[in-house]
C-alpha cells in the first residue's frame, strides 16, 4: 500500500495515480470515499488520503471523520437490539437504521440449531446487503464454503471505539508494515489477547482479565487519539506493562 497525496471532494484522481494490474482483466477497486462518473472520472467524497494498493488493484480515501456507512464485505461489530420470528435486528452505529441478521445466517443453522442470541449481545458479522434505499443485511456465514470465516457471538471482553482510519489500519494484512501499528505486536509478547476489528470503528479485546483487557483496549484508544510514532507505542507498551 502508497499514498498518492491528499484530495479534497469534488477534486479529479489524475489516472496515472491509480494502480495499473497486471492483468488487464482485472477491474479497479474503489474503496470508501471514492466515486465514478462516468466515463472515466473518479472522484473523493470526502477530504483525505488517497492510498493505492498495486497488489489487490484497489484505491481508497483514508478518513478518520465522518460516519461509518455500510458497505457490501464489510466485517463489522454489532450489537443485538432486539428479534422477531426470523430476523436479528442490530445496532451497527447510533445513528445508522437497525441492521438485519437472519437468523439462519450461521454455520449450519437450522429452526432448531439456530443460536439464541439475547439483546445486547455481541456479534462479528460481514455486510451482506447496503443500499441507501433498504436496511443494511448482515450474515456471520461465508456463503462459499458455509463456514463461520471468524464470523459469530463474541462471548465476554470488551468493546472499545476508535476512529474508522484507525480502525482500517488494525484490519490491514500487515498492521505493522502497512499500518504503522506495531503496538499489537509488542503487546503480544506479553499478554495474550483475541482481538475482533470492525470497520464500523468498534474493536473488541479479550485478555481474560479485566486489567489486561482494559490496558490492551486503552492503549489501542490512546494510539489512535495521539497518532503515535512506531518509537512513542513501544514507549506507551512499556508504561502498561510496568503497571501489570
Known amino acids: 500500500m502508497s499514498?498518492?497525496?491528499?484530495?479534497?471532494?469534488?477534486?479529479?484522481?489524475?489516472?496515472?495515480?491509480?494502480?495499473?494490474?497486471?492483468?488487464?482483466?482485472?477491474p479497479l477497486k474503489l474503496g470508501p470515499g471514492l466515486?465514478?462518473?462516468?466515463?472515466?472520472?473518479?472522484?473523493?467524497?470526502?477530504?483525505?488520503?488517497?492510498?493505492?494498493?498495486?497488489?489487490k488493484n484497489a484505491v481508497w480515501v483514508e478518513n478518520n471523520g465522518g460516519?461509518?456507512?455500510?458497505?457490501?464485505?464489510?466485517?463489522?461489530?454489532?450489537?443485538?437490539?432486539?428479534?422477531?420470528?426470523?430476523?436479528?435486528?442490530c445496532i451497527v452505529t447510533p445513528y445508522t437504521p437497525?441492521?438485519?441478521?437472519?437468523?439462519?445466517?450461521?454455520p449450519g443453522a437450522s429452526k432448531k440449531t439456530r443460536p439464541m442470541l439475547s439483546p445486547g449481545s455481541l456479534v462479528y458479522a460481514r455486510?451482506?446487503?447496503?443500499?441507501?434505499h433498504l436496511e443494511p443485511e448482515l450474515e456471520c456465514v461465508k456463503a462459499a464454503t458455509g463456514k463461520a470465516d471468524g464470523l459469530g457471538e463474541l462471548k465476554g471482553g470488551m468493546v472499545f471505539d476508535v476512529s474508522l482510519g484507525f480502525a482500517r489500519r488494525l484490519m490491514m494484512p500487515d498492521v505493522a508494515g502497512q499500518g504503522g501499528v506495531v503496538l499489537l505486536e509488542e503487546l503480544a509478547e506479553?499478554?495474550?489477547?483475541?482481538?475482533?476489528?470492525?470497520?464500523?470503528?468498534?474493536?473488541?479485546?479479550?485478555?481474560?482479565?479485566?486489567?489486561?483487557?482494559?490496558?490492551?483496549g486503552s492503549a489501542l484508544v490512546q494510539v489512535d487519539a495521539s497518532v503515535s510514532g512506531v518509537e512513542e507505542q513501544r514507549?506507551?507498551?512499556?508504561?502498561?506493562?510496568?503497571?501489570?
Open 98 to 106: 437497525l441492521a438485519t441478521l437472519p437468523q439462519l445466517a450461521f
Open 67 to 89: 460516519r461509518y456507512i455500510p458497505t457490501v464485505g464489510d466485517t463489522i461489530l454489532a450489537t443485538i437490539h432486539h428479534s422477531s420470528p426470523d430476523l436479528y435486528h
Open 190 to 216: 506479553r499478554v495474550p489477547f483475541e482481538m475482533a476489528v470492525g470497520r464500523n470503528g468498534r474493536v473488541w479485546v479479550d485478555a481474560m482479565e479485566v486489567r489486561k483487557t482494559l490496558a490492551v
Open 3 to 26: 499514498s498518492a497525496g491528499f484530495f479534497m471532494p469534488g477534486d479529479a484522481i489524475p489516472p496515472h495515480l491509480l494502480p495499473v494490474p497486471s492483468n488487464p482483466a482485472i
Open 35 to 55: 466515486r465514478h462518473i462516468p466515463p472515466e472520472t473518479i472522484t473523493p467524497t470526502v477530504a483525505g488520503e488517497l492510498c493505492v494498493d498495486g497488489r
Open 127 to 132: 455486510v451482506s446487503l447496503a443500499s441507501k
Open 235 to 244: 514507549a506507551l507498551v512499556k508504561r502498561l506493562l510496568k503497571g501489570l
